[in-house]
């Protein structure tokens, strides 16, 4: 198995054995884009909310800025594909039709196995670094173009509660959020509002806020605004609480310019 990690590309074939994966995968989210190819083992998926046991074949789209998790069964290995990508690589279009869509996409998507075909180019000696990118780029642009043709898009996002939750929080992140806001928009009691998106999401809402600003503020800061003046936009009390959350989550402070994805995988 064969990985590759160059400037904005990073792609990796993954086996964890049987008695290695954790009960339940790391929960996170990031600012870039990742595509996961489910090959083989026994895994839940959770992507902001929407939760689906993974079939070999079941694609996944992450998009920038979604909390996403895996609950893995420590009895059966788990193979899967990852590739990483800021969604400055993808036309604009393209980009928003892949963020519309079901964020699952299955087998009878992939008969020609796209991330196969990464994996043996990952492994040609014979072409340097900025070749092989220039070959992942091209393959990757193909491949999801090509796809956006036979996509579901998604379903009403504001279906279930906790998807209200989300969408709520998703249009309103440059207010100042509390449990006390959304019990009053959604009318639900605090205490249940809580209960409910922990058991979904395995996170704490105010948590999950929190991060849900701070990647707004990577992408603000990355349009060329200042760090202070995001803060002080997002709501923060004090600029040292926006660094401490800027930093935790994304390994480096908010005027560093560092190759993300480079600091993330």
């Known amino acids: 198995m064969f990985s590759f990690q160059f400037q904005d590309i990073d792609f990796a074939h993954k086996l964890d054995r049987a008695s290695s994966p954790k009960d339940e995968y790391l929960k996170h989210m990031h600012p870039f884009i990742e595509l996961l190819y489910f090959v083989s083992g026994k895994v839940t998926y959770n992507v902001e ?10 694609m996944i789209f992450i998009a920038p800025g979604k909390f996403h998790f895996a609950t893995v069964n420590k009895g059966v290995n788990y193979e899967r594909y990852v590739l990483k990508f800021p969604s400055s690589l993808l036309p604009d279009y393209l980009y928003q039709e892949w963020k519309e869509a079901d964020v699952y996409s299955h087998p009878q998507l992939y008969p ?16 340097n670094n900025v070749e092989k990118r220039e070959l992942f780029l091209c393959d990757l642009i193909r491949f999801l173009l090509l796809k956006s043709k036979d996509m579901n898009k998604r379903v009403d996002e504001k279906e279930t509660l906790v998807q209200k939750i989300i969408f709520y929080i998703d249009h309103h992140l440059e207010e100042n959020l509390s449990l006390h806001s959304l019990s009053s928009s959604l009318h639900y009691s605090e205490s249940y509002l809580t209960v409910l998106f922990k058991e979904s999401m395995h996170c704490p809402i105010m948590q999950y806020i929190r991060s849900k600003k701070v990647m707004l503020a990577y992408q603000k800061i990355q349009s060329g605004e200042k760090p202070h003046a995001v803060a002080e936009e997002l ?17 480096f402070s908010p005027n560093q310019k560092e190759g993300v994805l480079t600091r993330l995988s």
């Open 235 to 251: 709501g923060f009390n004090d600029y040292s609480t926006f660094y401490r959350a800027y930093k935790s989550l994304l390994g």
């Open 49 to 58: 909310g929407l939760t689906q046991e993974l079939k070999p074949g079941t």
């Open 112 to 127: 020609d196995n796209f991330f196969d075909r990464l994996d043996y180019d990952a492994s040609l000696t014979r072409l």
